[in-house]
């Protein structure tokens, strides 16, 4: 039989459509005996081996994403483009049936969130090439938003910290066009938080990159910023191949910008 106690916890643990490994169940105290007593009784309800929900029902990517932020031990968040996107930044609408959802953390994602039948397919980046571990957990750069009422918010990037991380995959997972487009719509960025993010960037490409297209749409923070404080290296950087030499910012770029 079940306690109703544990019962009680198990539901305060999985509020709404969230979900949890039966690892992190154990670490707030329930048994793996009273655990596997809640499969074989069909209070739990297995979604991959070791992940469970109580709603025996496909989870969103919001419910999945809010129980990883919950359980993990690294900063794990929402950010690039999907982090624009939920603030209403991003004007390129994907394609897919199936959204990609950008999450960035210092290590791997855990393997079981590729197992948990989702609407959305999550992309990992690292984000050591980009600042430590002090700068992803500093809540000036994060914003929150509600997905379901009893469940805690999402957590994603500000639009200041999110384009910086869009322009690291520029140009592989990300177009110079993509990237234009994007700053453009840019009016309203916090030149105090970007000037944080650009002092504590170790990416030079991503830095010299975001310089030449905030100059290049003369946005009014810009002249705010203190390129001259910022490490930005030594020597050339191809971005774009083949591409011209914007001399200001010592990167190539494409031609026909």
Known sequence: MLNTQARDQLRTLLPGSMIATKQWLRTQGLSPYYLDNAVRSGLLTPLTPGVFSLLPIKPSW???????????????????????MLAGLAHYLSLSSTPGVHLFSPEPLPRWLARISVDANFEWHGTRRLWDEALLNDAQFLKQQE??????????????????????????????????????????????????????CCNIKVKRLFLWLAERHTHAWFKYLTPEQYDLGSGKRVVAKEGRLEKQWQITVPKEM
């Open 147 to 200: 997905w379901q009422s009893g469940c805690p918010p999402i957590t994603f990037s500000c639009p200041e910290r999110a384009i910086l991380e869009v322009l690291l995959d520029v140009p592989d997972g990300v177009s110079f066009e993509h990237a234009d487009a994007l700053m453009q719509g840019m009016h309203n960025l916090s030149p105090r938080k970007l000037d944080v993010l650009l002092m504590a």
């Open 62 to 84: 919001q419910g999945v994403v809010a129980s990883l932020q919950k359980m993990s031990s690294q900063p794990v968040h929402i950010g690039g483009l999907s982090a624009l």
